[in-house]
């Protein structure tokens, strides 16, 4: 028999990649929010190894797409240059994840550098109440 560990271990965007296939939108957009909220608490140091590896495909381009700019994005903010894997991930029409009017707008004035690149508009907001 062996014992379980409870030690607790934050969540990496190779898990949220895993955790997002299959999920619906209420659900996988609760995951990012998680992933940034322990994201967020990891000292600074121990933050680069929550984005090494790459995630699996999670069924859904729009989404592959969206680890890489998220990951990129985190890693930006702490003054670090993105994962080498993110650079290969990009669409090729845009993506607005909140598709009203205002919301539309709202990204494409409002996108992360890392998100607009890749053609996935989501306002920074969007991002921090995920």
Same mark, same amino acid.
């Given at each position: 028999?062996?014992?379980?560990?409870?030690?607790?271990?934050?969540?990496?965007?190779?898990?949220?990649?895993?955790?997002?296939?299959?999920?619906?939108?209420?659900?996988?957009?609760?995951?990012?929010?998680?992933?940034?909220?322990?994201?967020?608490?990891?000292?600074?140091?121990?933050?680069?190894?929550?984005?090494?590896?790459?995630?699996?495909?999670?069924?859904?381009?729009?989404?592959?797409?969206?680890?890489?700019?998220?990951?990129?994005?985190? @890693? &930006? *903010?702490?003054?670090?240059?993105?994962? =080498?894997? /993110?650079?290969? $991930?990009?669409?090729?029409? !845009?993506?607005?994840?909140?598709?009203?009017? @205002? &919301? *539309?707008?709202?990204?494409?004035?409002? =996108?992360? /550098?890392?998100? $607009?690149?890749?053609?996935? !508009?989501?306002?920074?907001?969007?991002?921090?109440? &995920?």
């Amino acid at each position: 028999m062996t014992e379980r560990s409870n030690v607790y271990e934050p969540m990496t965007v190779a898990r949220l990649g895993t955790l997002l296939a299959g999920a619906d939108d209420s659900v996988r957009w609760r995951l990012v929010a998680e992933f940034l909220e322990e994201y967020r608490w990891e000292p600074a140091r121990s933050r680069t190894a929550l984005l090494e590896d790459e995630p699996a495909r999670t069924g859904d381009e729009h989404w592959d797409v969206f680890l890489a700019a998220l990951a990129e994005h985190v @890693a &930006a *903010r702490d003054g670090r240059d993105g994962p =080498a894997w /993110a650079g290969s $991930r990009s669409l090729h029409r !845009f993506w607005f994840p909140f598709n009203g009017r @205002a &919301a *539309r707008v709202d990204a494409v004035v409002h =996108a992360p /550098a890392a998100f $607009r690149r890749r053609g996935v !508009f989501v306002a920074r907001q969007e991002l921090e109440v &995920a």
